[in-house]
């Protein structure tokens, strides 16, 4: 079974900093697919980035990035220039490749605040 | 347009009652799913249908029904409320089952049992 761990149960940042929050995963396969979803107060579960990862290539989007260490089991999420928006709950999620009949697995959230 | 819609946005209910959570995406998508996010915000796969078909039951009571009436609709169904299923329950939706589909989600329905 898939497990995938946030070992960053709070983190904060200034404004206009960078932060970055860290993930790792546990899985015997090679065809996978990692992401990161924010949860803001209202609730809403956003996509923010997805890396395949028979990519060697770390996924960007525009503030965005990720840090994907495939060997490690690593996938850490790096925010530029912080802005007080940013400030949600950041879940790392992993899913099977194939018909994995849509199953994410999370980890258990990182809560970021963003100070003016 | 909201892509993912849940209804409704709040639920306050006592312990034994029988109620109902609906959902609709407008995106095309084949595959739906529940999730349930717990107190402690640990998200969980309850439910997941493709083409109107159920293909993940991840171990849900039998109190928990859903029902698919046609690809863009996803309705749960929960008999008999018990104070443990207080939780924050997802909709989602997928283009299809395959893993690089993302998952777009509803905004959440907030069940409260008393």
């Known amino acids: 079974a898939q497990t995938v761990t946030q070992s960053q149960p709070e983190m904060s940042v200034q404004e206009a900093e960078t932060v970055t929050l860290s993930c790792t995963y546990d899985?015997?396969?090679?065809?996978?697919?990692l992401f990161w979803y924010k949860q803001p107060p209202s609730r809403q579960m956003i996509l923010v980035i997805r890396q395949e990862a028979y990519k060697q290539q770390n996924a960007t989007e525009n503030r965005f990035s990720v840090n994907f260490q495939k060997a490690a089991k690593s996938f850490s999420l790096k925010i530029s220039d912080s802005q007080l928006g940013d400030a949600a709950m950041y879940f790392c999620a992993h899913r099977r490749g194939g018909t994995s009949y849509g199953k994410l697995t999370f980890g258990q959230g990182t809560i970021l605040t963003v100070h003016p | 347009d909201t892509a993912v819609s849940q209804t409704p946005k709040y639920l306050v209910t006592q312990m034994g009652n029988d109620k109902s959570i609906k959902c609709e995406q407008n995106l095309g998508h084949d595959t739906m799913y529940w999730y349930k996010q717990d107190s402690k915000k640990f998200l969980k796969i309850m439910f997941s249908?493709?083409?109107?078909?159920?293909?993940i039951n991840e171990t849900v009571p039998n109190r928990f029904s859903p029902k698919s009436p046609d690809k863009a609709h996803l309705n749960l169904h929960i008999n008999s409320l018990e104070l443990g299923d207080s939780a924050v329950y997802f909709c989602?939706?997928?283009?299809?089952?395959?893993?690089?589909?993302?998952?777009?989600f509803g905004n959440g329905t907030r069940l409260t049992v008393t």
């Open positions: 989602a939706s997928s283009r299809r089952v395959e893993g690089n589909s993302p998952l777009h």
């Open positions: 249908y493709n083409n109107k078909e159920l293909i």
């Open positions: 899985t015997s396969e090679s065809d996978y697919y």
